[in-house]
C-alpha cells in the first residue's frame, strides 16, 4: 500500500487556520505532517491550497484525533472492523493508536519515536539483521533503519494497523529511498511466520506484543523457544511487557518473561519497562 501524502490535521492545526485566514494573512505557516516539517497554505476566503489543490476549511474536529482527506472530506483516521483502531495525536508530533480505547504505545514522558529509540539501541542494529515480530505504526523499525541495520524484517497481523501505517507520516515506507530496501514488511501472523524463517538467521529481535491478556500466545514458551531458534548465539532481544499493576492482575509479566527466555535459552534480566535478554 502506497503512503498518503495529503494534509493531515488535528483541531489545533485546523483552527489555526481559520484563525488566520480571519486576522487577514494570505498564507499560513505550520506541520500540515503531524510535526514532521513545516510548510506553507495560501488561504482564501472560502478554502486553503496547499501543493497546488484547494481543500475545504473543515467544521469543527474533535481533539484527540487526526483527519486525513479522502477526496471529498477531511475524515478521521479510524477503522472499525471488529475493534476501533484509531491514529492518536500527541503533544510529540509523532502519533500513538488506540484499539478500542486502549492505547497501544507510551506517551505520557516522551516521544514514541524516543521511546522506541532506547529500545532498539540495547539490540545494538547497527549492520545487522533484526526480527521485529510485531510492528505496529513500524517506530521500532524506522529506529533500527536510523542506526543503520543492514536489513529489518517486520511482521503486523492486524491490516487496519497496516492500513493506518500508510496514513502516519512517522512510519517508515518500506518503498522509501530512506529505507533503501532494507525493511520488509509482512502482513502475517509472527506465531506463524517465524516458522519459516531459518534457524541462527537474526543478529536481534525486537518483541512488542500486545498485553498478555489480548495476545497471550506471543508470551507462551513455545514461541520463546521460536525466538531462541532464529536467533543466532550471542545476539540480543529486547522484549516490552510494560508493567502491569501485580496488586490488580495478580501476576508479575515481566519476570514471568525472564523465567520463560531462561529456559528457551536466553540470558534475560528487566530492563526499561520489559526485558533484555542474550541467547546463550
Known amino acids: 500500500m502506497s503512503h498518503y501524502a495529503g494534509p493531515l490535521l488535528t483541531r489545533p492545526v485546523a483552527e489555526a487556520l481559520t484563525v488566520s485566514r480571519d486576522a487577514g494573512a494570505d498564507e499560513w505557516t505550520g506541520s500540515l505532517d503531524l510535526g514532521r516539517s513545516e510548510t506553507q497554505a495560501s488561504l482564501h476566503a472560502d478554502a486553503w491550497q496547499w501543493h497546488d489543490a484547494r481543500y475545504p476549511y473543515p467544521a469543527r474536529l474533535k481533539d484527540r484525533t487526526i483527519y486525513y482527506w479522502d477526496g471529498r472530506g477531511f475524515e478521521p483516521v479510524s477503522r472499525f472492523s471488529g475493534s476501533l483502531i484509531k491514529l492518536v495525536p500527541t503533544e510529540w508530533g509523532a502519533p500513538t493508536f488506540e484499539i478500542d480505547g486502549i492505547k497501544m504505545l507510551p506517551t505520557s514522558k516522551e516521544s514514541p519515536i524516543d521511546d522506541a529509540r532506547r529500545k532498539v539501541a ?24 536510523e542506526a543503520s541495520a543492514a536489513r529489518v524484517l517486520s511482521f503486523e497481523k492486524n491490516p487496519d494497523v497496516l492500513w493506518l501505517r500508510t496514513l502516519n507520516p512517522w512510519s517508515p515506507d518500506p518503498d522509501s529511498a530512506d529505507a ?13 511466520a517465524i516458522l519459516q524463517v531459518p534457524d541462527a538467521s537474526v543478529d536481534a529481535l525486537l518483541h512488542d506484543p500486545p498485553r498478555f491478556g489480548i495476545a497471550g500466545e506471543l508470551y507462551s514458551q513455545a514461541f520463546y523457544t521460536q525466538l531462541a531458534r532464529v536467533l543466532r548465539r550471542g545476539g540480543r532481544l529486547f522484549h516490552y511487557t510494560g508493567s502491569p499493576n501485580k496488586l490488580t492482575s495478580g501476576r508479575d509479566v515481566p519476570r514471568e518473561v525472564a523465567k520463560r527466555l531462561e529456559h528457551a535459552g536466553f540470558k534475560a534480566q528487566l530492563a526499561l519497562d520489559g526485558v533484555f535478554a542474550t541467547r546463550r
Open 122 to 145: 540495547l539490540v545494538e542494529p547497527r549492520g545487522k539483521v533484526v526480527l521485529d515480530t510485531c510492528g505496529g505504526l513500524g517506530y521500532f523499525a524506522a529506529c533500527c533503519l
Open 180 to 192: 533503501g530496501g532494507r525493511l520488509q514488511l509482512g502482513h502475517g501472523d509472527v506465531t506463524q
